[in-house]
């Protein structure tokens, strides 16, 4: 059950005339009063033919009309509103159960406490099965204002209970940190003028884009202007910015004029001093681009800082800053990936969206690695190769998850659920990314013998799942990772360990493929050799010591280190 608290209006009449009529689409049908706070003598006019709007109008403004003859400044703001919409697949509410919910929303937002006998005119009128409406005139029979702060949560709370006394849908507690739903106008402006979003969802999507790609506040505003947006800031005497507002083009009031919404209004994680903590506390030395000579791409840089989310859990503020971060990497890994992915990419972030903020304040300073990554991905010029993308997207899969479960273990249901919603979309993605690779390493097997050592290699490091691992459908093509990284010097008992560790196993759909990307990451370069190493390092020293040589002309030996001597005498 949803009860949504509108924006204070001044005009009684009117919203009984809207609650009374039609509809916009003739959906109201036989509007009348199932509560109120004095069900005798109170003008129905959807049950009796005498009745007049105006009449119940004067009737529950009579409160405000007293107050306004007294004191010198009238009242404006005095109409309160609330529907009350039960869940689709509930049942039927009679009108008997939908007025003793109504008094309960009203006791609980302030309106009319229990046992108050100067509390607020209020009504609740039924013009459709599945909700209410609930009027009220917001100032009392003693001439008072109600209390009403924070009257959204105490409601939200009274919803819940209703829900579970009464037999319907439950949903989840909100904290607070929720985007701000687009009203029912602003839905209809945008279905008038035939755009995809209202205006709030286009201005936050564009709003999340910016931010991997800057490294300060003048650069975000900077950037949003050039992406199109319409922007007007807030400074101060010294030219710093101080705040901003962002609007759509084409989106206009009945004046003409551009309609602006404030970054905190649109999410209450885009307000510019939440946006400047995030830029300021990873702004890089230098800028992505000039890391020429890295010895690996953004693709694997990021897969590797992945990893740290699952590390730095033990502190909630660490923790939330990784998972607001791990957000900006799924936008950034969102627009450079390729068009087969793109899709399920964007909606695996525009899920997470809301898994990004909770009330856990966030230590921006402990992610710089995550955020790094994200800035160098969508500044790099050339896509990923496939081994390596479908390593980012398991791993983005992997870290969901963990964020979901942090998430749950802080009972944030809400950012959990969006966790959820997330990885099914990431899941879908890691499988599409995985289908050139696996078709690859499928088309060139091991020899048997080979893969026998290797199913003992599996049996041996990840006994738990071993028998899950080979009836994996990826086995052979997992046979073929495994001697492929054997073959650049790597042990892949030393592997499969190292793997499962990184990536419970338990929870895998598909172990063989989840390893398939895990190993393929961290094998991908060839292991040292410890020969050849210090073969390359005696001929250093030798080129860099003075011809004292041998009476045979030949360079003195190198003596052994401190630790070759002790394996030395252990053999």
Known sequence: MIAAIKRAGANTRGLLAYLYGPGRQDEHLDPHIVAGFAMLGMPDPGRDENATLTELARYLDEPVSLRNSEFGKPVTDHVWHCPVRAAPEDRYLSDTEWGEIAQRIVQSAGIAPAGDDLACRWIAVRHADDHIHILA?????????????????????????????????????????????????????????????????????????????????????AYLEAGGVVVQVRRGPSGDLLGYTAGRPGDLNEAGEQIYHPGSKISPDLSLPKIKARLESSRPEEHPTARRNHPTTPWHQATDALDTLHTDQADDTHAQAHITALGELLEATAQKAPAHLRAELQAASKAFARAQRSQVRAEDGAVHALRSAARDIVHTATGPDGSALAALVAALVWATIVAGRWHEAKHHAHQAEAARQAVQHLQTAADHALAPTLAELTARPPRDQARRVLAGDIRAAVPDHAERILA?????????????????????????????????????????????????????????NRRAEAARLQTTMAGSIPAHQTGDGRLPSVPPSPTEQQHRQRR
């Open 472 to 528: 994996d459908p990826a086995w052979p093509a997992l046979a073929t990772v495994l001697a492929d990284a054997e073959a650049r010097g790597h042990q892949p008992h030393q592997l499969l360990k190292e793997a499962a560790v990184q990536r419970e196993l338990t929870t895998a759909r598909q172990p063989a493929r989840v390893l398939i990307t895990r190993i393929q990451h961290t094998s991908r370069n060839p292991a040292p």
């Open 137 to 221: 005139t917001t100032v009392r029979e003693d001439g008072r204002r109600p209390k009403l702060h924070d009257s959204g949560l105490r409601v939200g709370d009274a919803c819940r209970e209703i829900e579970k006394d009464y037999g319907l849908r439950r949903l989840k507690k909100g904290d607070r940190t929720g985007a701000r739903r687009p009203t029912q106008a602003e839905m209809h402006k945008a279905e008038r003028l035939g755009w995809d979003q209202p205006s709030p969802e286009w201005l936050q999507d564009r709003i999340r884009a910016a931010i991997p790609h800057v490294t300060s506040a003048e650069e975000f505003i």
